[in-house]
């Protein structure tokens, strides 16, 4: 088994108003597997947690001035080197806290751009489960974060639930192991993509054999991939029956 040495920085925004809260709760045990998904494989997984209520103050000033005081100065530092975000925020008005909105606008929006971010919400009831389809995935769209495909919301019925009969359909565990289950693969697929091309160079000038210009000349038994294109990689049998665009307007 192969060990990594690099460390992946998780950090988690938490926007609960109160201590305990269940968003914080919610928070951590996002950043828990996804720390146990990482680190299956011997990586080392750095966890940090703001509770940005006790930024509140820092925050309502940053907006003001447009300067942030020094704290808060280290919490955007701590985004802005984060391998991943874990934002969880309540839902109030099915839609998020106002503290968590302060400070997403409080920061430039560059810091998002391209950031891995799963997004988890925590509300008294399951009627507010929408809100991060309606509320939160278009704001971080709009800043254009690379989102974790499933997000999770936990009603106060969740918390404790581990049967379908007891809350949603899906026990909160489940759904929590999933998304932070896609957001360590996301994360590795991303250190995997940097790492090949760190070292692509090493064959750069490399020049086809023979006359080989890189492309498959073989055309396929059903003439679906023409003389001279290059070879595509072998799809998933859910995408066998994917023609390009290219081809179906030749063919018409």
Do not use: C
Not at 11 to 26: D, E, H
Request: aromatic share 6%; net charge negative; no cysteine.
């Amino acid at each position: 088994m192969t060990v990594h040495t690099a460390t992946f920085r998780i950090l988690a925004l938490s926007s609960g108003l109160s201590t305990p809260s269940s968003t914080r709760m919610l928070a951590d045990q996002l950043t828990r597997e996804t720390a146990a998904a990482l680190g299956a494989d011997g990586t080392q997984v750095e966890v940090s947690t703001v509770e940005l209520r006790e930024y509140a103050h820092d925050l309502i000033d940053a907006l003001l001035t447009r300067f942030p005081s020094e704290r808060l100065a280290m919490v955007i530092e701590q985004v802005r080197a984060a391998d991943a975000i874990v934002a969880v925020t309540p839902i109030f008005n099915v839609g998020p806290a106002g503290l968590f909105k302060m400070f997403v606008d409080v920061l430039d929006t560059a810091l998002w751009a391209d950031k891995p971010v799963l997004l988890g919400a925590a509300a008294g009831t399951a009627r507010h489960s929408l809100a991060i389809d309606y509320a939160l995935r278009p704001m971080f769209g709009y800043l254009k974060a690379d989102l974790v495909p499933t997000s999770v919301f936990a009603a106060s019925a969740d918390f404790g639930a581990d049967t379908e009969h007891q809350a949603d359909a899906q026990p909160l565990a489940v759904r929590v192991r999933r998304a932070a289950a896609e957001l360590a693969t996301m994360l590795r697929a991303r250190r995997g993509v940097a790492a090949g091309a760190d070292t692509a160079g090493d064959g750069a000038g490399a020049q086809p054999a023979d006359g080989d210009s890189g492309a498959d000349s073989t055309p396929a038994d059903d003439g679906s991939v023409p003389t001279g294109e290059p070879a595509r990689p072998a799809l998933d049998a859910e995408f066998s029956d994917f023609v390009p665009m290219g081809q179906l307007l030749r063919r018409g």
